[in-house]
């Protein structure tokens, strides 16, 4: 055990449900979606099914968390009484949000902070985030939370089905994926983030039903080995899919700590539109 308070923050494109970052008091630094006529903290000035319901008429573009409030936030922690704090940011080869969070240095507010790339995104990161959360409460040393959150950015993966390629181009988004005339066809990719944190096509398949079967069958497999595991299923107004995925997933991975439903986050909304799953998975022993 230690003496050590410490924090722990995350961005909002990490997806850690409110239930999870308020039972770990997690702070959260918001990222920004920006419309022609105003602006929004992801998750806090606007929900997703505002954004889906605007899409029609207009494709909001995203930007990182404010510099400002994150300062705010790190003069709030150390106000708070903690002297150290971990920061869990979703992946570098996807937003500049970590590059950005890690500007503040070792030492803001005199906190001695460490930086987590997560080299993934969405539910992803947010296991990396829950599992940072358990580490700390467990009362372990600063340095061996931070070692041990290492270990866990290597054994999460997310495994993506979207129903259209378009809001992943339109945003940039789109990595090492390939086959928009694939989805012409009915091909659809299965998307994950290779060590680099940048999307890519792990396997395809013809149709929407097999290309969830396939994810779900990548994430098991992920999963093979591991005497313990966390599981989660977020949906992008596909709420019937994601409740038949995630009931697969416990009959297949009945042992897991935590079985995490939620919906997308805003900011990924606008990323990937209408139709996303994310089945995410972690190794922990």
Do not use: W
Request: glycine share 10%; charged share 25%; net charge negative.
């Amino acid at each position: 055990m230690t003496d050590e308070k410490i924090a722990l923050l995350v961005d909002s494109g990490c997806d850690v449900p409110l239930e999870y970052r308020e039972k770990y008091h997690m702070y959260l630094a918001p990222l920004t979606i920006i419309y022609k006529d105003a602006e929004y903290r992801d998750g806090i000035d606007i929900d997703p099914g505002t954004v889906f319901a605007r899409l029609a008429e207009e494709v909001p573009t995203t930007s990182l968390p404010s510099p400002a409030a994150v300062a705010e936030l790190f003069k709030q922690i150390k106000a708070d009484g903690y002297c150290k704090v971990v920061v869990v940011a979703i992946s570098s080869g996807l937003s500049g949000t970590f590059d950005m969070l890690r500007s503040f240095g070792t030492e803001p507010e005199g906190l001695e902070a460490y930086y987590v790339d997560t080299k993934n995104i969405g539910i992803g990161s947010g296991l990396v985030a829950i599992r940072a959360a358990e580490l700390i409460e467990q009362g372990l040393p600063f340095g061996e939370v931070c070692e041990q959150v290492e270990r866990a950015v290597k054994n999460t993966k997310v495994y993506f089905c979207v129903a259209t390629l378009e809001y992943l181009i339109k945003g940039g988004r789109i990595g090492l994926v390939s086959g928009m005339a694939g989805m012409l066809l009915d091909v659809k990719p299965v998307i994950s983030c290779n060590e680099d944190g940048i999307y890519y096509t792990v396997a395809k398949a013809r149709g929407r039903e097999k290309s969830l079967k396939l994810a779900l069958d990548k994430a098991v497999e992920f999963a093979e080995g591991a005497t313990q595991y966390s599981i989660g299923v977020v949906q992008g107004a596909a709420e019937a899919e994601a409740q038949a995925v995630m009931k697969a997933m416990k009959e297949r991975l009945p042992d897991h700590r935590y079985a995490i439903e939620e919906q997308l986050t805003p900011v990924l909304v606008v990323h990937t539109g209408p139709g996303l799953i994310g089945i995410g998975v972690q190794r922990i022993d």
